[in-house]
Structure formats: structure tokens, C-alpha cells
């Protein structure tokens, strides 16, 4: 039984490790001109480098990044909400949401870092703490000139 057990949660944090993202862009699909090409990329650092930020579209999973990893999904003309947040299962808590309007055929370009009033609200104040300074990764959208200016 104990052995069960073990596998199912070894199993569990192997699942939890993986990410969708990569990191050269050139494994990313082609644009389209059907819909609006979204570039996530996330910066690097130390701070929550162990923690994938998960990336959603309208409540829909589009993939995960660790630091210096990079994703791509589709989206179709109008508004959308883009929600970042931590995976549950690291204990980190609160999210970023950027609400925008795209357009089919058009890039657009977020950049997401680490919100370090996040990791002192979580050392401070551990589950509340964290959730109330805000979301641990912050974003924005940027042009594509800083977009391939940041690390």
C-alpha cells in the first residue's frame, strides 16, 4: 500500500513539473491570419523560478512557462481575458488578469515577470498574504522590439 501511494504522488509532482512552454522561439507555430497570434514570454530571475506561470484564455488553459520560456496561441477577433497565475499545487496564489481587444492578423506581445511584493506577502504572511499583495506574475503587453530585448 505504502508503495502505491508513493507512485501516485511521485506521479503527481512529475505531472506538476512539466510546462508547455520552450525556449527557442523557433519551435513555435507560424502566424496566422485567420486570428490574432499571442506571444507570452517570461522573464528570467530567481524569485518563484520553481513555479510555472499558467497562462489562460477565457478560462481556458493556452500553456505554462517557467523563467525564459516562451508560448503561442490563437486567438480570435474581439475581447478576450488573459488570466496568469501560479500552479495551485506550489502554494502560490493570486492572479493578473489583461483584458484587451485583438484583432485577426495581428502579434501581440505580453511579457510576464515576478511580483517580489507576492513573495515577501507569502514569507510574511504565507496563503492570505500572497493572495492579498496581487497576482505573483504580472503582465503587459508590450511592442515586438522589447518583447525580444527582454531576457
Same mark, same amino acid.
Given at each position: #500500500? %505504502?508503495?502505491?501511494?508513493?507512485?501516485? =504522488?511521485?506521479? =503527481?509532482?512529475?505531472?506538476?513539473?512539466?510546462?508547455? /512552454?520552450?525556449?527557442?522561439?523557433?519551435?513555435?507555430?507560424?502566424?496566422?491570419?485567420? &486570428?490574432?497570434? =499571442?506571444?507570452?514570454? !517570461?522573464?528570467?530571475?530567481? #524569485? @518563484? #523560478?520553481?513555479?510555472?506561470?499558467?497562462?489562460?484564455?477565457?478560462? +481556458?488553459? $493556452? *500553456?505554462?512557462?517557467?523563467? %525564459?520560456?516562451? +508560448? %503561442?496561441?490563437? &486567438?480570435?477577433?474581439?475581447?478576450?481575458? +488573459?488570466? +496568469? $497565475?501560479?500552479?495551485?499545487?506550489? *502554494?502560490?496564489? *493570486?492572479?493578473?488578469?489583461?483584458?484587451?481587444?485583438?484583432?485577426?492578423?495581428?502579434? @501581440?506581445?505580453? =511579457?510576464?515577470?515576478?511580483? %517580489?511584493?507576492?513573495?515577501?506577502?507569502?514569507? &510574511?504572511? /504565507?496563503?492570505?498574504?500572497?493572495?492579498?499583495? /496581487? *497576482?505573483?506574475?504580472?503582465?503587459?503587453?508590450?511592442? $515586438?522590439?522589447?518583447?525580444? !530585448?527582454?531576457?
Amino acid at each position: #500500500m %505504502k508503495k502505491i501511494i508513493l507512485i501516485f =504522488i511521485f506521479g =503527481i509532482l512529475l505531472n506538476s513539473c512539466a510546462s508547455t /512552454g520552450v525556449k527557442d522561439m523557433s519551435y513555435l507555430a507560424a502566424d496566422t491570419s485567420d &486570428l490574432a497570434n =499571442i506571444y507570452f514570454k !517570461r522573464q528570467s530571475g530567481f #524569485m @518563484y #523560478m520553481g513555479v510555472k506561470a499558467i497562462v489562460l484564455a477565457d478560462g +481556458i488553459k $493556452k *500553456g505554462s512557462l517557467y523563467p %525564459k520560456e516562451y +508560448i %503561442k496561441f490563437f &486567438l480570435s477577433e474581439g475581447s478576450h481575458n +488573459i488570466t +496568469i $497565475k501560479a500552479d495551485p499545487l506550489s *502554494g502560490v496564489f *493570486g492572479k493578473t488578469i489583461i483584458s484587451a481587444n485583438f484583432e485577426k492578423g495581428k502579434n @501581440y506581445y505580453f =511579457i510576464t515577470g515576478v511580483n %517580489k511584493d507576492n513573495v515577501a506577502g507569502a514569507v &510574511l504572511g /504565507g496563503v492570505i498574504g500572497s493572495a492579498i499583495v /496581487g *497576482g505573483p506574475f504580472p503582465s503587459q503587453q508590450v511592442n $515586438k522590439e522589447t518583447f525580444d !530585448r527582454v531576457n
